[in-house]
């Protein structure tokens, strides 16, 4: 089991353009989650994703975010016309299953530059 | 609103030497706290839980209701210890601490 993987592991992206976090869960993990982790910041919540599925996406900014976990494929997190706020790391988790435990695998992150 | 609180963003000590790293939240309702460490160019991977009641690696952590806190110690720290730790509250969703830093000086 590879884990979960995540690609690319740094993207450079001009303001204005396009980004997109691809993210693959473990093997059995149904469950996957976005983070967020600023300079000098601990990670914070985006969104939770089961497939086909957006379960609590509170944590997301209201505009040019998204994101999707179709049933074929990987979870893509999507960031529309990036602005230099948006450089951070991107981290997204899996889990077998919400229940009382929280155990999330972690990927290696992305990590977004905007120039 | 929930919060976690690590006030130490860096921790130094000698190895053999006891560590405790603070760790504080704040949530209305029953929590659930678990530690996550980062070793050096490593994922983030949970590390204990309150509700297990385990040690991992010599490392505990009691959760204090009265004091909202959730400390991690070990009494006798080694090298390999040194690694970023993460707080995280359960709370629909996971919320981390911004990360204590513990460097375990040979």
């Given at each position: 089991n590879a884990g979960v993987m995540q690609n690319p592991r740094h993207l450079v992206?001009?303001?204005g353009q396009e980004a997109r976090l691809r993210c693959s869960p473990m093997k059995g993990h149904s469950h996957v989650y976005w983070y967020r982790q600023l300079p000098e910041e601990g990670l914070k919540?985006?969104?939770y994703l089961q497939?086909?599925?957006i379960i609590d996406e509170s944590g997301m900014p209201k505009e040019r975010f998204s994101a999707e976990f179709p049933k074929e494929g990987p979870s893509i997190l999507r960031i529309q016309q990036v602005v230099r706020g948006d450089s951070a790391a991107?981290?997204?988790a899996s889990s077998q299953n919400r229940g009382e435990s929280y155990e999330q695998y972690f990927g290696p992150g992305t990590r977004l530059t905007v120039t | 609103?929930?919060?976690?609180t690590q006030p130490e963003k860096l921790l130094s000590v000698f190895k053999?030497?006891?560590v405790e790293l603070k760790c504080n939240y704040s949530y209305s309702g029953s929590p659930e706290l678990f530690w996550y460490v980062q070793y050096s160019r490593q994922r983030l991977q949970l590390l204990l839980r309150h509700i297990s009641r385990e040690s991992i690696k010599g490392f505990t952590a009691d959760l204090n209701k009265g004091e909202t806190s959730f400390h991690l110690k070990k009494p006798f720290a080694?090298?390999?210890d040194s690694a970023m730790y993460?707080?995280?509250?359960?709370?629909n969703n996971l919320f981390f601490g911004t990360g204590t830093r513990l460097t375990v000086i040979p």
């Open positions: 992206r001009r303001r919540f985006m969104v497939k086909e599925n991107y981290f997204c | 609103a929930q919060r976690v053999g030497a006891p080694q090298e390999e993460y707080c995280a509250l359960g709370a």
